[in-house]
């Protein structure tokens, strides 16, 4: 059974760092592709960044590139969202989500999702 489990949303104040993290079981991850996605209340499911697992090649949105780095654990079967500089239009449930076919920003290709972690930037 796939699992996808974040963790390490919460309250931080602008320009402040947060370290999200999504545990992974159920499949043979290095045939997989791993994806950060975040829903603002009122607003659609966006793409943040991905990470193919096996070779490490990444994918940012340009509204976060510069600020966020993706990065997986093979040993832990974890993947991790670094965030600094944080901004209050950071402010959404951020899901990560897992595919087998690229590190594409297309939410609807991504096959299996976790159910969020909020994180909440106060100005």
């Known amino acids: 059974q796939v699992q996808l489990v974040e963790s390490g949303g919460g309250l931080v104040q602008a320009g402040g760092s947060l370290r999200l993290s999504c545990a992974a079981s159920?499949?043979?991850?290095?045939?997989?592709?791993l994806g950060w996605f975040r829903q603002a209340p009122g607003k659609e499911r966006e793409f943040v960044a991905a990470i193919n697992w096996a070779d490490g090649s990444t994918h940012y949105s340009d509204s976060v590139k510069d600020r966020f780095t993706i990065s997986r654990d093979f040993a832990k079967n974890t993947m991790y969202l670094q965030m600094n500089s944080l901004k209050p239009g950071d402010t959404a449930e951020y899901y990560c989500?897992?595919?087998?076919?690229?590190?594409?920003?297309?939410?609807?290709?991504?096959?299996?999702w976790g159910q969020g972690t909020q994180v909440t930037v106060s100005s």
């Open positions: 989500a897992a595919n087998r076919y690229s590190i594409t920003a297309v939410k609807s290709q991504y096959d299996y």
């Open positions: 159920g499949r043979t991850w290095i045939n997989y592709n």
